[in-house]
């Protein structure tokens, strides 16, 4: 069992920054390739980025390519997601997910995750 603690979510203008954590706790950190969704007011969940378990590779959703940058450290037991240049659009719940033994960074499907944390809500304002 591995338990997701988000963190770091708020309330920013649009071309604002902001960077999300992850917490991970209950296995071994580096066993899981991390992922982070997201799900915006009234639409269905998403892909944003995902990181393999050493952190080597990563991979993203169009929409965020040259924005957001996905990091972890292994030691620390944390995912990040650098996010800049932050529009309205971006307005939504952001969550990150664990795939054990997961191979690479190109995980995008919800359903290839086997753990979730609770999101953390991001607002970018006009």
């Known amino acids: 069992q591995v338990q997701l603690v988000e963190s770091g979510g708020g309330l920013v203008q649009a071309g604002g920054s902001l960077r999300l954590s992850c917490a991970a706790s209950?296995?071994?950190?580096?066993?899981?390739?991390m992922g982070w969704f997201r799900q915006g007011p009234g639409k269905e969940r998403e892909f944003v980025a995902a990181?393999?378990?050493?952190?080597?590779?990563?991979y993203y959703a169009d929409f965020v390519k040259g924005r957001f940058t996905i990091s972890r450290d292994n030691a620390k037991n944390t995912v990040y997601l650098q996010m800049n240049s932050l529009k309205p659009e971006d307005t939504a719940v952001y969550y990150c997910?664990?795939?054990?033994?997961?191979?690479?960074?190109?995980?995008?499907?919800?359903?290839?995750?086997?753990?979730w944390g609770q999101g953390t809500q991001v607002t970018v304002s006009s």
């Open positions: 997910a664990a795939e054990e033994l997961g191979v690479g960074s190109k995980i995008t499907k919800e359903n290839e995750y086997d753990y």
């Open positions: 209950g296995r071994t950190f580096s066993n899981y390739a």
């Open positions: 990181i393999s378990r050493s952190g080597s590779s990563a």
